[in-house]
């Protein structure tokens, strides 16, 4: 089985900073009580899905070293496209110059890593260049008035270019793609009122087990031990939900990449801004095993295990 790569990865942040003692002018809370609970410190807001995600994918092609118009795919994940239709990755694709075909997915926070993987089946089939494409702006969904979402959310996108690993030891090893639609109530945006209502303390409990057992699935699929993995890149939504994940799972908190403390839950965008950083840092590296998880509304959970490297 030919096995996608990435090749190249690219971020892009909301516009301005917003920081708990902002929100804490307007909503009774205060940056002591959103640090303890969530981890997050600030986020970014601003900016248009097909602003921050083209951005975020001229970084990727240029990392990748190749033009717009050798892509044979685009897949942008978003839940708060910038119109009902046309998708965003069609005006990605304008943007950038590309001539490939191009459609949005919708499976909330799990989106990237859905993305990843349809990405994996379509090289598998023959396609060479794939762009995947994580972009969210909640902040044009959150009721500024509801101290129990408007903490949490920020804009932000990221994107990653796969090719057909060049080395037969690199690339997806595995992916898994889960929903839950008996908890699809506990997260929802309905038409009504275009705001984010949550189920917080719900939310979390189901999300710390879809996590778990959808990372399990991956590693039992490729033959692999939670032991061996060198990095986990989770969906960035609650620092006390990958905490818990990554304890259940039985692999150091040392290992999970971080960014909520400074971007907050972006949705779609949290894996590659998570994954961005840590390959900055040098906390992923060539040939370490990496294993991304998402969950998100739906419920919908997505992971997928890789060999970083080209
Ligand atoms: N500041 C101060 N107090 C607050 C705030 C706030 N911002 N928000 C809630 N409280 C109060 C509550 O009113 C409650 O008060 P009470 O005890 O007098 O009733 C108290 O704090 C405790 O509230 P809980 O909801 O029990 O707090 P919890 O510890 O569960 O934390 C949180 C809430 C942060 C929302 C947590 O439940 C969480 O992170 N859940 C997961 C949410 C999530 O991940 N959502 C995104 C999914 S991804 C996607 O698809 C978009």
Not at 11 to 23: E, F, K, M, W, Y
Not at 63 to 76: G, P
Not at 280 to 293: C, P
Request: charged residues 20%.
């Amino acid at each position: 089985m030919t096995r996608a790569a990435i090749t190249g990865l690219g971020t892009a942040a909301g516009h301005n900073v917003v920081t708990n003692h902002d929100l804490a002018k307007t909503l009774d809370t205060s940056d002591e009580w959103i640090v303890e609970r969530t981890g997050i410190h600030e986020r970014r807001i601003g900016g248009s899905c097909l602003e921050l995600g083209a951005q975020a994918a001229r970084t990727a092609l240029k990392e990748a070293e190749i033009d717009a118009t050798d892509l044979d795919l685009i897949i942008c994940s978003t839940c708060t496209p910038d119109q009902v239709f046309p998708a965003v990755s069609n005006r990605i694709q304008n943007e950038l110059g590309a001539t490939c075909g191009a459609f949005d997915l919708n499976a909330a926070c799990s989106g990237f890593t859905y993305g990843v993987s349809l990405a994996q089946s379509q090289i598998t089939a023959g396609m060479k260049r794939v762009l995947v494409v994580g972009v969210d702006t909640l902040s044009r969904f959150t009721d500024w008035d509801d101290r129990t979402t408007a903490i949490l959310f920020g804009d932000g996108a990221g994107a990653v270019v796969m090719e057909p690993a060049s080395s037969e030891d690199r690339g997806v090893l595995s992916t898994y793609m889960g929903s839950e639609g008996r908890f699809a109530d506990l997260l929802t945006c309905d038409f009504s009122d275009l705001f984010i209502r949550m189920d917080g303390k719900e939310v979390f409990r189901q999300a710390v087990r879809v996590m778990v057992a959808a990372s399990q699935r991956v590693l039992a699929d490729a033959g692999l031990k939670a032991a061996e993995v060198d990095a986990v890149v989770p969906h960035q939504a609650n620092f006390r939900i990958i905490e818990s994940a990554m304890k259940r799972l039985g692999i150091p908190l040392e290992k999970a990449a971080t960014v909520l403390d400074t971007t907050g839950n972006t949705s779609s965008a949290s894996i590659p801004l998570a994954m961005d950083s840590a390959v900055s840092k040098g906390s992923i590296r060539d040939g370490d095993l990496v294993l991304l998880v998402g969950f998100g509304a739906g419920m919908s959970v997505a992971a997928a295990l890789l060999r970083w490297g080209k």
